[in-house]
């Protein structure tokens, strides 16, 4: 099977730095991705890890060791419309993604 | 725009009633996947199609099918409605020639079942 783990919530200034965290067990690895999700639209892609260490693409970062089974999604100088749920997704077997409940974060000013 | 259109965006309908989403994948993608999203939960797998074969199913209840069309089109049908069905369905496609590695998300049908 496979399992999942993010914050529930959490809350941040504008213009400050957010870690959100992921934890995940799973049976076979083929990426991890972190998805933007804001109310009632469709979630949208922010990055994608296969191999360990960070990627960076403009304010957002994302590091994966899968030794540790881990990744978190680094948001730099917070603004108000990073207000949204991240999720975290791993793909498994059979290309199929597998999505965290995601981390509502507020920003706030 | 995604490339991944949905329809209908909204649907109102009665318990015990069959209703069907449309999702036409992004151009080039052969896999379609199907999730629901209830108001206090994340993305649940139903199904994945490729090249129109069925090749996953998740947590999806036998009121549910779905298949995809030689023209690579996907229909969700839900029939026998119930409340607790009422939620966005969310389609998203992948495996086209741009070499995305992830899901291409439809902008979801939201399902009210009264």
């Known amino acids: 099977g496979q399992n999942i783990d993010q914050p529930t919530e959490m809350t941040a200034t504008e213009g400050a730095i957010v870690q959100i965290n992921c934890t995940y067990q799973t049976s076979g690895f083929n990426g991890l991705f972190w998805y933007q999700q804001h109310a009632g639209e469709a979630p949208t892609f922010l990055s994608y890890n296969v191999l360990d260490g960070l990627e960076e693409k403009g304010r957002f970062s994302s590091f994966l060791s899968r030794s540790k089974g881990y990744s978190y999604l680094l948001l730099k100088e917070l603004q108000m419309k990073d207000s949204a749920s991240y999720l975290c997704?791993?793909?498994?077997?059979?290309?199929?993604?597998?999505f965290g409940a995601g981390t509502i974060l507020r920003v706030k000013s | 725009d995604s490339g991944v259109t949905q329809t209908p965006k909204h649907l109102i309908t009665a318990t015990g009633q069959r209703v069907t989403l449309r999702c036409s994948p992004r151009?080039?993608?052969?896999?379609v996947y199907w999730y629901q999203q209830s108001l206090d939960q994340g993305l649940q797998f139903l199904i994945q199609y490729y090249n129109g074969e069925e090749r996953a199913k998740g947590n999806i209840l036998e009121r549910f099918s779905a298949q995809q069309f030689p023209d690579l089109h996907s229909e969700l049908n839900l029939s026998s409605l119930e409340l607790g069905d009422s939620a966005l369905y969310f389609c998203a496609s992948s495996g086209g020639r741009t070499g995305t590695f992830g899901y291409t998300f439809g902008s979801g049908t939201r399902l009210t079942v009264v």
């Open positions: 151009s080039g993608d052969l896999s």
């Open positions: 997704a791993v793909r498994g077997e059979g290309n199929k993604l597998v």
